[in-house]
C-alpha cells in the first residue's frame, strides 16, 4: 500500500520550476530517501506532503486520499504527517524543551500529555534536557529536541528534511537507531538527504531528484547515478546468508556498483580479507549462525 503518492506534482516559485511533473511513490512502513544534489527540490517535495505548500499542479495522495487544502483539513493531515524541518531553529517554538515537546500535544487537546511527552523525551534521550531554555541548546541537541516535538503527535508519516544536518557521528548513530524503531513501529519514513552512506543504512527505497525531477527511482543506488548526481558517500551493501548462488568475485563487483548482494557465508568467509577499505557494508542476517 502507498502512503504517499504525489501525480505529475508541478510547483514554481515566480519564474523558477522547483518540481516538473513529479510522481513520488513512498510506500507504508518502508523507509524511503529523497536524494539529490542542492537545489533539487527536495525540500520542495516534501513541504507538498503535509500541505505547507500548494501544488501548481497535479496533486498528492495521503493513503490514497488526495490532499485537501482548507484549514481543517490541513489540521488533521498535519496529525497524521509529522514534518521535520532541515533547521531545527524553524521548528522550535517554547522556551523550554518540556514546553516545546508539550506544544503540539496540548494544542490537539490530549489527555495525556505528560506521558506523551515523557515518552517522546526518552526516545530522543533527552529527558535531561527537558528543564533547559531551548535558545541555549546545541544545535544537535535542538535537532533532537525538534524531533521529539514531531514525534510526540505519533504521526503515521514522518517527514525529516535533511536530518543529519549538523549532528556529529554519535548522533547520527543515534538517528539511525531512531529511524529502525520508527520502522519497527510501522511508521512511514521519508527522509531527504545528500549523504548516500546514511541513506544506505535506513532506506528500503530510493529516489533520486535533479533539476526538479525524478531522474532515478529504485531499492538501490548505483554507484554511476551517485557520481552524476552528486552524491557523497558511496557504498554497495553485501548480505550475508545461509546461501546464495551468487559467486564471491561477482558479488563483490556488483557491491561495489552500489548493489545490494546477498552472498553466502562460506562465500564470504573467501573474500572478507578483501573488503578492508573498500566501500560495502556487510551485513549478517539472522539465519547467520557461527
Ligand atoms: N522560497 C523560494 N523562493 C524562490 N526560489 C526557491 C525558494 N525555495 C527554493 N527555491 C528554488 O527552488 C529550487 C528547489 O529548491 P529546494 O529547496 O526544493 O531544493 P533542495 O533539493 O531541497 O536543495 P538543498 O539540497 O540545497 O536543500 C531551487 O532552484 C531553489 O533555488
Ligand atoms: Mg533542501
Not at 75 to 94: C, E, S, W
Request: glycine share 8%; proline share 3%.
Amino acid at each position: 500500500m502507498l502512503a504517499v503518492e504525489t501525480v505529475n506534482l508541478t510547483f514554481k516559485y515566480g519564474d523558477i520550476t522547483a518540481l516538473n511533473c513529479v510522481n513520488f511513490k513512498a510506500k507504508k512502513g518502508e523507509v524511503t530517501i529523497v536524494l539529490g544534489p542542492n537545489g533539487a527540490g527536495k525540500t520542495t517535495l516534501l513541504m507538498h506532503l503535509n500541505g505547507l505548500l500548494k501544488p501548481l499542479k497535479g496533486v498528492v495522495k495521503i493513503f490514497g486520499k488526495e490532499i485537501r487544502y482548507d484549514k481543517k483539513s490541513l489540521m488533521k493531515l498535519r496529525r497524521t504527517v509529522g514534518y521535520i524541518f532541515h533547521n531545527p531553529d524553524d521548528q522550535i517554538i517554547a522556551p523550554t524543551v518540556w514546553q516545546d515537546v508539550a506544544f503540539a500535544p496540548m494544542n490537539l487537546g490530549l489527555k495525556n500529555v505528560d506521558e506523551v511527552v515523557d515518552r517522546a523525551l526518552r526516545w530522543m534521550g533527552i529527558e535531561h534536557l527537558k528543564d533547559r531554555l531551548c535558545n541555549t541548546l546545541s544545535n544537535g541537541e535542538k535537532r533532537r529536541v525538534a524531533i521529539a516535538g514531531v514525534l510526540a503527535m505519533d504521526p503515521k508519516i514522518v517527514i525529516m528534511d535533511e536530518p543529519t544536518a549538523g549532528l556529529d557521528g554519535f548522533g547520527v548513530r543515534e538517528l539511525i537507531e531512531i529511524i529502525e524503531r520508527l520502522k519497527r513501529e510501522k511508521k512511514t519514513v521519508i527522509i531527504s538527504t545528500h549523504d548516500l552512506s546514511f541513506a544506505n543504512e535506513v532506506g528500503d527505497h530510493f529516489a533520486v531528484m535533479f533539476e526538479g525531477r525524478i531522474v532515478y527511482e529504485g531499492d538501490f543506488v548505483p554507484n554511476d547515478v551517485a557520481r552524476r548526481f552528486g552524491l557523497r558517500g558511496v557504498y554497495g551493501r553485501l548480505i550475508v546468508n545461509k546461501s546464495s548462488s551468487n559467486t564471491p568475485e561477482l558479488a563483490l563487483i556488483e557491491a561495489l556498483k552500489g548493489k545490494k548482494v546477498v552472498i553466502s557465508r562460506k562465500d564470504f568467509r573467501r573474500i572478507e580479507g578483501l573488503l578492508d577499505g573498500l566501500p560495502i557494508r556487510v551485513e549478517f542476517h539472522e539465519s547467520h549462525k557461527g
